[in-house]
């Protein structure tokens, strides 16, 4: 078997395109490294904050590799509050023993923002020998106990929707809570299943994170601004505006953020490679940014990059 070098897997994943997974892009090579990398099912726990839980729904409707594959054969996903069989202090005496006998040896992943506003109570997640568990001790705890951390999502990342002003419950991401450890940003709204199974993958092959951007996330799934190869680009450079939902034309004045909007949507599109933002007709709203989405606003509408045509 040929192993893959870095700069071979992040060119794959970087290339891969719509209609073409990303697990079918890497190759057999890659998918026997990969369960070589393993073989020791690595521990996982997931935990859910301030969120909708639509980036576990962007994850389970992963078709290739299908979600049962990866949860039964390549990672050993003991915590999720959605799929998990065990409740309540049964579940949570499972975290206790993931903390205490695998420190620096399991991978965390955070969805949802970090409420820290009254010490944190405004999101709790259980219960623990009599002590209430607010979610940010939790993301405290297990996330500067784990060998890294994935924060899946924008809000994860950076806050997204819940830490929107006027941000009541003071929501934070995940990298302001933990210090210790490293922590992988995973943006969109949702997250896309591909950046996080390749992210996921890319840790096991080899053991280290890979090159992050200067928001922490991983540069090959965010390369450059969508608008560097938008579809509607040629209308941009003609001077050709859309102005009502529908007409032909740059997005721009409907609102469109990809002139911000680092992420490769265009290529790797959404809900197994069939359609992405702009392919539908809509501006895109820069959900993979941390200016989301306060500083993305007004979604549909002028904003403060009109008038770039000239």
Known sequence: MRSISRREFIKLCAGSAAGLSLMSALGPQITESLAWAAEGKPTVVWLQGAACTGCSVSLLNSVEPAIEKVLLDVISLRYHP???????????????????????????????????????????????????ITFAEAVATLGNAAKAVIAAGSCASFGGIPGATPNPTSVVGVDQIVTKKPVINIGNCPMHPDHFLGTVVYVLQYGDIPELDRFKRPKMFYPEPIHETCPRRPYFDAGQFAETVGDEGCLAHLGCKGFIAYSDCQKRKWNNGRNWCIGAGAPCLGCSEPYFPDDCSPFYGLWPLKGMEG
């Not at 991978?107 to 970090?114: D, K, M, N, P, Y």
């Open 82 to 132: 959605n799929i998990m069989a065990s409740a309540g202090h049964v579940a949570f005496e499972q975290l206790e023993e993931i903390v205490n006998k695998e420190k620096d040896n399991f991978f965390l992943v955070v969805e949802g923002g970090v409420p820290t506003g009254a010490e944190g109570h405004y999101c709790t997640i259980g219960e623990l020998k009599g002590k209430e």
